[in-house]
């Protein structure tokens, strides 16, 4: 029995157009043979073995999504929510606190949220060979099976075998230089690093404490100021923001004594590009990949995502071609390392579009901006059943609301009135509003805005829901 502990705070950018800042890769589907996100494979991937309620660490902005999806698989979960990224050693010393808090000593599997894994038997293998050598004390490390001299990723140097599915670790090694890599491949030795890992909650403590003290003390004294909100767990933000920012191999795994990597052979990938997801994908004969709605002619080797638009392809070669709403991208499929260049370029010049899609997910369903112009706006909005907004007005705009499907119970002033498909309801500039969703199916409405000022920061609220 053990607790899973999943690190879902990533910005994934490199996964641009589809993955940004407020809705980043592990909250999307990339695979091609389920529907479900990343972050709901990884909870789903451990179908089967005896595990406990997870612990999920997130950050603010994205703990209506977190919750949503696990809402959607059927999955209870406590969600730590990090003030700031302090890096993978300070979120798991809260989330291994959490899971002693009541005197307990569980054993935790940490997992990232957004990594690939081909072969559920053999990674589900893996685990229970670790589940050993945790129960005895150890800080276990998942080392991949290395399938290429692959130099983005660090390596794990196995030492002496303790049996036959997990070693002593030797040495973590750095990401190396191709002609390095070749010769870890050929030498059978080294392991790609995973960063996942299995352990105590009271071993990984003992280790932080011995070797980043400060670490220790800063979360301990975060998790004093401890308030639950529903699923959400808050820690105390100022004493966290003094925590210093590492990583578990730095902070605890390079300098613990009680090390052990067990190897992994299940078709894992970290996704940390498009062309490495496409790697990972199911191919047709030509070796493509294509999401959606693509006519591909003469065409070899591509990855193309088309969920909104027809994308047709003639006499194409190793090219990567994304679409999304507000924005498309074209590269080279040797060349998309360097789509983080673009993202770097759009948050320089203050766009919009490396932070957010144009369709946005809100606690009550989900807005998009189908239209804009100089002194409008307009918004298709879903509203959840049972979800409402909060009660709020705005001083520079007014809205028009024409309703498509569904049924809208709208409180506007001192009056209330339930609006239904085909009619409409106009909120004048500086009246106070709100609306909800009484009905079974989600409601769907059309928004118009219209003034001088549309921007979202003209919105004073008087609750939050």
Same mark, same amino acid.
């Given at each position: 029995?053990?607790?899973?502990?999943?690190?879902?705070?990533?910005?994934?950018?490199?996964?641009?157009?589809?993955?940004?800042?407020?809705?980043?890769?592990?909250?999307?589907?990339?695979?091609?043979?389920?529907?479900?996100?990343?972050?709901?494979?990884?909870?789903?991937?451990?179908?089967?073995?005896?595990?406990?309620?997870?612990?999920?660490?997130?950050?603010?902005?994205?703990?209506?999504?977190?919750?949503?999806?696990?809402?959607?698989?059927?999955?209870?979960?406590?969600?730590?929510?990090?003030?700031?990224?302090?890096?993978?050693?300070?979120?798991?010393?809260?989330?291994?606190?959490?899971?002693?808090?009541?005197?307990?000593?569980?054993?935790?599997?940490?997992?990232?949220?957004?990594?690939?894994?081909?072969?559920?038997? $053999?990674?589900? @293998?893996?685990? #229970? =060979? %670790?589940? /050993?050598?945790?129960?005895?004390?150890?800080?276990?490390?998942? +080392?991949?099976?290395?399938?290429?001299?692959?130099?983005?990723?660090?390596?794990?140097?196995?030492?002496?075998?303790?049996?036959?599915?997990?070693?002593?670790?030797?040495?973590?090694?750095?990401?190396?230089?191709?002609?390095?890599?070749?010769?870890?491949?050929?030498?059978?030795?080294?392991?790609?690093?995973?960063?996942?890992?299995?352990?105590?909650?009271?071993?990984?403590?003992?280790?932080?404490?011995?070797?980043?003290?400060?670490?220790?003390?800063?979360?301990?004294?975060?998790?004093?100021?401890?308030?639950?909100?529903?699923?959400?767990?808050?820690?105390?933000?100022?004493?966290?923001?003094?925590?210093?920012?590492?990583?578990?191999?730095? $902070?605890?795994? @390079?300098?613990? #004594? =009680? %090390?052990? /990597?067990?190897?992994?052979?299940?078709?894992?990938?970290?996704? +940390?590009?498009?062309?490495?997801?496409?790697?990972?994908?199911?191919?047709?004969?030509?070796?493509?990949?294509?999401?959606?709605?693509?006519?591909?002619?003469?065409?070899?080797?591509?990855?193309?995502?088309?969920?909104?638009?027809?994308?047709?392809?003639?006499?194409?070669?190793?090219?990567?071609?994304?679409?999304?709403?507000?924005?498309?991208?074209?590269?080279?499929?040797?060349?998309?390392?360097?789509?983080?260049?673009?993202?770097?370029?759009?948050?320089?010049?203050?766009?919009?579009?490396?932070?957010?899609?144009?369709?946005?997910?809100?606690?009550?369903?989900?807005?998009?901006?189908?239209?804009?112009?100089?002194?409008?706006?307009?918004?298709?909005?879903?509203?959840?059943?049972?979800?409402?907004?909060?009660?709020?007005?705005?001083?520079?705009?007014?809205?028009?609301?024409?309703?498509?499907?569904?049924?809208?119970?709208?409180?506007?002033?001192?009056?209330?009135?339930?609006?239904?498909?085909?009619?409409?309801?106009?909120?004048?500039?500086?009246?106070?509003?709100?609306?909800?969703?009484?009905?079974?199916?989600?409601?769907?409405?059309?928004?118009?805005?219209?003034?001088?000022?549309?921007?979202?920061?003209?919105?004073?609220?008087?609750?939050?829901?």
């Amino acid at each position: 029995m053990f607790i899973p502990v999943i690190m879902a705070g990533g910005s994934g950018t490199r996964l641009w157009p589809l993955s940004r800042s407020a809705f980043p890769k592990q909250f999307l589907s990339l695979d091609t043979a389920s529907e479900l996100t990343m972050l709901q494979a990884t909870i789903e991937r451990l179908g089967g073995l005896e595990s406990e309620e997870p612990i999920i660490i997130s950050n603010e902005d994205h703990r209506f999504i977190v919750a949503e999806q696990m809402r959607r698989v059927g999955k209870k979960s406590r969600i730590i929510l990090e003030p700031a990224g302090r890096n993978t050693a300070p979120a798991i010393a809260l989330a291994s606190m959490l899971a002693a808090e009541n005197g307990e000593d569980p054993i935790l599997l940490v997992l990232a949220a957004d990594h690939f894994v081909k072969n559920k038997r $053999a990674f589900q @293998e893996a685990i #229970k =060979h %670790a589940l /050993v050598q945790a129960s005895n004390g150890k800080l276990v490390t998942f +080392g991949i099976v290395p399938t290429a001299p692959e130099i983005g990723y660090g390596y794990i140097h196995r030492g002496m075998a303790i049996d036959e599915e997990a070693y002593e670790v030797e040495a973590f090694v750095e990401k190396p230089k191709r002609e390095v890599a070749e010769q870890y491949l050929a030498s059978e030795q080294y392991y790609w690093n995973s960063g996942c890992f299995m352990f105590k909650a009271s071993t990984y403590l003992k280790e932080l404490k011995a070797h980043a003290p400060d670490i220790f003390s800063q979360c301990t004294k975060a998790l004093n100021g401890l308030n639950f909100d529903s699923d959400f767990v808050r820690v105390d933000e100022d004493e966290f923001l003094k925590c210093p920012d590492d990583s578990i191999d730095y $902070a605890v795994m @390079e300098h613990t #004594k =009680h %090390a052990v /990597v067990v190897p992994m052979d299940a078709g894992w990938s970290d996704v +940390g590009s498009w062309s490495a997801l496409w790697d990972v994908s199911d191919k047709d004969e030509d070796g493509n990949v294509h999401h959606g709605d693509a006519i591909l002619e003469d065409t070899k080797g591509c990855y193309i995502y088309a969920p909104n638009k027809l994308v047709a392809a003639v006499g194409l070669k190793d090219i990567v071609v994304i679409e999304t709403k507000d924005a498309v991208l074209v590269a080279d499929k040797s060349k998309v390392q360097e789509v983080k260049r673009i993202v770097e370029c759009l948050k320089a010049d203050s766009r919009s579009e490396y932070r957010e899609h144009r369709e946005s997910y809100r606690p009550w369903g989900k807005s998009d901006a189908i239209d804009k112009g100089d002194r409008y706006k307009v918004n298709r909005i879903t509203v959840e059943p049972g979800k409402k907004q909060s009660m709020q007005f705005h001083y520079h705009r007014a809205e028009h609301w024409v309703v498509v499907s569904g049924t809208a119970k709208v409180t506007f002033d001192n009056t209330v009135k339930v609006i239904t498909e085909n009619q409409s309801l106009y909120i004048p500039v500086g009246m106070n509003h709100m609306v909800e969703n009484p009905g079974k199916v989600p409601l769907e409405l059309i928004e118009v805005q219209s003034g001088q000022y549309l921007q979202e920061d003209d919105v004073v609220r008087f609750e939050e829901k």
